[in-house]
Every structure is written in structure tokens, then in C-alpha cells.
């Protein structure tokens, strides 16, 4: 049975932040529902970590306030908050052992010491480290300290549970198992939880919702597969997944088809217009990597030249040159070797490429 | 090629070890003196014998001076880790410039020349009523004590993870709780190191006691000095061993429980 642990949604009202002449948060608005578990994904500088830092207490924004469920606990410090926070570093106490670390946040509320034995084993039980309460935190493996810090941050029933890069120290196959588990954690007792990082496999892997930063703002905020599906620029394109980025002119909008060129191909192309709301002029195609196909030579396409591929084992990757230079990825399964340098012609998915409007080179 | 900057490295050693030597081992001449049978300094002495330590221990001017001396240490030791660290944690928090403002004050009393700091506490003291008394020179060593404090606690402080305090923080603890549990446990090496520095500047200061002790709070040091303008007799030497015993003993300690507590978190770094 789910029982949602949370029952309090938060809310970020016109927050913004400024380090000297650096706007990290530019007035911003984000609202996270009870239960979910939302990523802020985005590179370094973003301003994923300073959002988190102002949910936390330990920084101030310059302006807006951040509400837990009603309450507004802007000007409240974080130990007021009842939040539970993990570190990309974990942070444990170093001179406390596994059950001590759990325990802390209990023993500062106060709780009896028969009540705390039974929760800070739930807690280790929860995160499969049931036998290891009497370890020095420096006798355990990476992996297994980010689940003392999990352990630790939910022990206390948060309002609120934050992680901060959580996994960025663990190795890639750690990694994996841990995202899992967070996953799992998370499904079985959901409870409101935003999660900082920068990899977006990971964001993909757990989130309810993902909302891509760049230069303190949220460029779009949806589920992972609205996301891949229907970006909506091309700088969130080309963050999440891989992507193709074409430069088209855009001519129209027929009915419910719009109409392109392509640069170095005469002939005129058509999209479904859902999801595409670019007006005529310059734009970008994108065709993510797996929608694009190999046609009959006498079937509609674009003549384009194979440059190189790659064996990737499910999967054979294929650089294709188009007619004024520009290179496109082709991934599929089962396909056939091509000779590099021959001739081929391809074709997009019409349903699942999409229109973007164009923006200036970073 | 080898070779030869091999021999110079060894030349280099030899050197500095004879240095040294040179420097430390009238510092431990003072033993065999103390143990000295007869009634004037000679080493190595001829016979040994004890009668110098029961001579001193039977002394209770001498007595009383190393009692007053450790009271002294302790109370000032006392003073200097309790300003020290409150002044190292408030330093911490300081912006760049305002910092080093702060360091320089902190750090004064080791530039300043001692003589000048003992005739200002000459005044001073005299006129709070704290002249000739224990708590009077324990305040004044204080002030030579704190850099020691200061300094070691705020290297320790540097190396603390400000994430460790977020994290107390954020499970709900107030500020007197995070120090009491996290940052006291944390900065404990860089503590006792401050202590033990202090408890020994304190312990074999000379100057300021010389100006401020008078009778009522005459020191080890200072009874040492007044013997040896006389005559330097053995049981000068027994005084001397005695301070450079418990100094020894102080900083042995210090580090043991430093390496005591320290222990956890140096297993973490790797």
C-alpha cells in the first residue's frame, strides 16, 4: 500500500539570489507537489544548488519568499524547517558511529530512547543496513555511507527531503543500483523531495518531474517523457539525450501540417503542427537520433553520404553527412553495415521530430 | 652525479644534527646537574645522588612557587582556550580584510616585545587591585597564551566541513548544540595542541611574572631567577627539570589525546 508520507507540497514565489555581480537566481517561480520527487537538472551554475540552498535555510534569497505546504518559512532557520538534507559529500559525523549519525536528528527532538532505538533500525533496515549500526562511518564503503545519509535525512519525517548531487562521489555502476534504490525508496513511501544534479540519466531514471536550469532560470518543467518527447527549445534538446539540430526555414502552417526546407535540398517538408509553434523564418528540426531511418532509394528522403559507424552492440551508430555539410547521428538496431562513403537516402519520424525555434549559438 | 648530491644531503644532515645538538643539550644538562652529589654544578657529576629533589621538595618557598606556578598555567590555560576559541570561531565568520584585522590584533602579544607588554600590565594591574595576585598574572599570560589558542584552533576550524554543521543544522539542532557536538568534537586536536602551548608559555614565562607577581604570586620562573642572581646551586637545576618535565609531559599528553580523538576522521580522508 502507498501512503504518501508527505502531505505537504512547497512553493518557490518570485525567488531570486545575487553573488557580486552574478544573478544565480533570476525571480523564479516552482512549485512542487506533495509526493513528488522533482530533479533540477541543469550544468554547474545553473543555480540548481543555490535553489536548494535557499529550500534548506542556509542561504537567504535576495527577494521572494518559499512556502512549505502554507507556511512560509523564508525567514526561518533551517533547523526550524524540518527538512532532511543529503550532501553530495554525505557529511556524516566522523566521530559518530552509523546508529549515532541516524540518531542525531532524533535525540535533538527529543524522542525517548526505546522509541529511538526501534526508529533508527527501521530507518537502517529501510536502506538494507540493518546489521551495520556499531560502524565507524569510516569503515564503510561509499555506497554505503549515502545510504547512512539517506537514513539520516529520512529518519526525522521531513517535510521535505533534499539531495544535493547525492551520487556524484559513487562509481558508475554504484550509481546505477543507487538510483534504483532511491527509486524504490521513493515509490514505496512517497515523500515531497527535490533532488539536484547534473546528470541526466539520473534525473530520467527517478524524477516525477525534471525541470531543466540554465542561468538561473527554468527553461521547462515536465515529466521525463514530455521532456525527450517535447522540448521545448533547443537547449533543453540538446541536454537531455542526444539530438539533431538542423537549421530549417519554416514557411507555413497548412492546416495541420507545417511546412519547412531544408538548406541544400529543394523540396518542401511537412510536420503535424501539434507540438510545433514556431512562426515562418529560421528554425532548427530536431530528430533525436533513433527516429531517423534509412529509405528506399526511390521512396521520399534526402540524399545524404555515410561518413562512419560505430558498433555499439544493440545498437550501430551512423554519422551521415547531408548536402551542405551538416552531420546528423543515426542510431538503430539490427541495422546493416554501410560502406562509408556511399550513397544513402534517410527519412525522419514526421510524428516524432519536432520544430524549434532558432536561438543564437552559446 | 648521484653520488655527490647523495654525500651533500648526508653532509646537510650531519650539520643539522650537530646544530642541534648544540642548541637542545644544554636544555637537558640541567638533569644530570639535579642529580648532582655534590653542592655545586659539575657534569657529569661524580656521584649521583637525590638530595637536591628532597631538598626542594622540603622548601616551601620552592613549593609553593611550582604550586602558584601551576595554578597560574592552569588558569590561564583556563582563560586562553575559553577566549581563544571563542575568538578563533568568530574570526572565521569574518569577510577578508576585517579577518586579518583581527588575526594581527590576535597575534600582537608574540611581536610586541615582552618588556613592553609587562610595564603596560605593571599599570594595569596595579590599578584593577589584580597586582601580586593569581588571577592577576593568570589574566596577564593570557594574553601571550591566546595567539597559541587562536592560531591552532583555527586551523583546525578551516579543515571542519561547513557541510557537518549544515547537516546538524538542518536535522534541527541550535547553534549551542552544533558546537557542543559537531565543531568541539571537530576542532579538539587543533585545542588541545592551543592548550598545551599555552599551559607551557605560561608555565616558564619570566618577564611578566618578574613585573607583576610581587610576592603574592611568585612563580617557579620567577624563584628560579632570584635563586640564580644568588648562586646557581643544584636545586636550581632540580627546578629547571622540573619545568622541562612537565612541559614534556604536557605536550605527550596533548597529542595523545589529539590522536585519541583524531583517529575516525583521519580514517575517512583515504
Redesign the interface.
Known amino acids: 500500500m502507498i501512503r504518501v508520507l508527505a502531505s505537504h507540497g512547497v512553493a518557490f514565489r518570485q525567488v531570486s539570489k545575487r553573488f557580486g555581480s552574478v544573478q544565480a537566481l533570476r525571480p523564479l517561480d516552482l512549485d512542487v507537489l506533495p509526493g513528488e520527487f522533482l530533479t533540477l537538472l541543469g550544468p554547474s551554475g545553473s543555480g540548481k544548488t543555490t535553489l536548494l540552498n535557499i529550500a ?3 542561504l537567504d534569497p535576495d527577494g521572494g519568499r518559499f512556502l512549505i505546504g502554507d507556511r512560509d518559512v523564508t525567514a526561518l ?9 543529503v ?1 553530495q ?1 554525505y ?5 559518530m558511529d552509523v546508529f549515532e549519525n541516524v540518531a ?2 532524533l535525540r ?2 527529543g524522542v525517548s530512547a526505546s522509541d529511538l532505538r526501534q526508529r533508527v533500525e527501521a530507518a537502517l533496515a529501510m536502506v538494507r543496513l540493518d546489521e551495520l549500526g556499531g560502524r ?4 564503510l564503503s561509499g555506497g554505503q555511507q549515502q545510504r547512512v545519509a539517506l537514513a ?2 529520512m529518519v ?1 519525517e521531513p517535510d521535505l527531503l533534499l539531495m544535493d548531487e547525492p551520487l556524484g562521489a559513487l562509481d558508475r555502476q554504484l550509481r546505477k543500483h543507487v538510483q534504483l534504490e532511491i527509486r524504490r525508496l521513493h515509490v514505496e513511501e512517497p515523500r515531497t523531495t527535490i533532488y539536484v544534479t547534473h546528470d541526466q540519466e539520473e534525473a530520467l531514471v527517478m524524477s516525477d518531474r525534471v525541470a531543466i536550469m540554465r542561468d538561473g532560470r527554468i527553461e521547462q518543467i515536465a515529466t521525463p517523457a514530455a521532456l525527450y518527447e517535447n522540448p521545448a527549445n533547443a537547449y533543453v534538446a540538446t541536454f537531455l539525450g542526444e539530438s539533431n539540430l538542423l537549421p530549417v526555414q519554416v514557411l507555413g502552417t497548412e492546416g495541420e501540417q507545417t511546412a519547412f526546407s531544408l538548406e541544400g535540398y529543394d523540396g518542401i517538408h511537412h510536420l503535424p503542427r501539434a507540438g510545433t509553434d514556431v512562426p515562418p523564418g529560421p528554425a532548427l528540426l530536431l530528430a533525436r537520433p533513433e527516429t531517423i531511418r534509412v529509405a528506399e532509394l526511390d521512396a521520399p528522403g534526402i540524399g545524404a553520404m555515410v561518413e562512419e559507424t560505430v558498433y555499439l552492440g544493440e545498437l550501430t551508430a551512423t554519422r551521415i553527412r547531408l548536402a551542405r555539410g551538416q552531420q546528423i547521428w543515426m542510431r538503430a538496431m539490427n541495422a546493416p553495415p554501410r560502406a562509408v562513403g556511399s550513397e544513402i537516402r534517410i527519412k525522419w519520424d514526421p510524428v516524432k521530430a519536432r520544430l524549434l525555434a532558432s536561438e543564437p549559438t552559446e | 652525479m648521484t653520488g655527490q648530491t647523495q654525500s651533500r644531503a648526508v653532509v646537510a644532515q650531519v650539520a643539522g644534527a650537530v646544530v642541534l645538538a648544540f642548541l637542545v643539550m644544554p636544555i637537558f644538562a640541567v638533569v644530570p646537574a639535579s642529580l648532582n652529589d655534590a653542592s655545586f654544578i659539575k657534569i657529569p657529576p661524580e656521584t649521583y645522588s637525590t638530595r637536591w629533589y628532597t631538598q626542594f621538595f622540603d622548601d616551601a618557598t620552592w613549593v609553593s612557587a611550582l604550586l602558584n606556578s601551576i595554578k597560574v598555567a592552569l588558569l590561564a590555560t583556563g582563560f586562553s582556550v575559553v577566549l581563544g576559541t571563542s575568538a578563533a570561531l568568530g574570526i572565521e565568520r569574518l569577510p577578508g580584510t576585517l579577518r586579518s584585522l583581527a588575526v594581527g590584533l590576535v597575534l600582537a602579544p608574540l611581536i610586541v616585545p615582552v618588556i613592553m607588554i609587562s610595564i603596560s600590565l605593571y599599570y594595569v594591574t596595579r590599578s584593577f587591585g589584580l597586582y601580586g595576585t593569581t588571577i592577576g598574572l593568570a589574566l596577564s599570560h593570557s594574553l601571550l597564551c591566546l595567539p597559541f589558542v587562536v592560531l591552532n584552533v583555527g586551523v583546525s576550524l578551516k579543515r571542519l ?1 561547513l ?2 554543521v ?9 547553534p549551542w ?1 552544533v558546537f557542543r ?2 565543531t568541539l ?2 576542532i579538539f586536536p587543533g585545542l588541545a595542541g592551543g592548550g598545551a602551548f599555552a599551559f607551557v608559555t605560561s608555565f616558564d614565562e619570566v618577564v611578566i611574572s618578574i613585573f607583576i607577581a610581587g610576592y603574592g604570586a611568585k612563580t617557579l620562573p620567577v624563584k628560579l631567577w632570584e635563586q640564580i642572581r644568588v648562586e646557581f646551586t643544584p636545586v636550581a637545576a632540580v627546578g629547571s627539570t622540573v619545568i622541562l618535565g612537565l612541559t614534556v609531559i604536557v605536550f605527550i599528553l596533548a597529542r595523545w589525546s589529539a590522536a585519541a ?1 583524531n583517529r ?2 583521519s ?2 580522508d ?1
Open positions: 534548506a535555510g542556509f532557520p533551517p533547523r526550524s524547517r524540518n527538512i532532511g538534507m550532501f559529500n557529511a556524516l559525523f566522523p566521530h542525531y536528528g535533538v527532538r565507524g562511518i569510516h569503515q539520516r535525512a526525522i | 566541513d557541510n557537518l549544515r547537516a546538524a543544522e538542518g536535522l534541527g539542532a541550535g548544540r557536538t559537531i568534537p571537530a580523538s575516525p576522521a580514517g575517512r583515504t
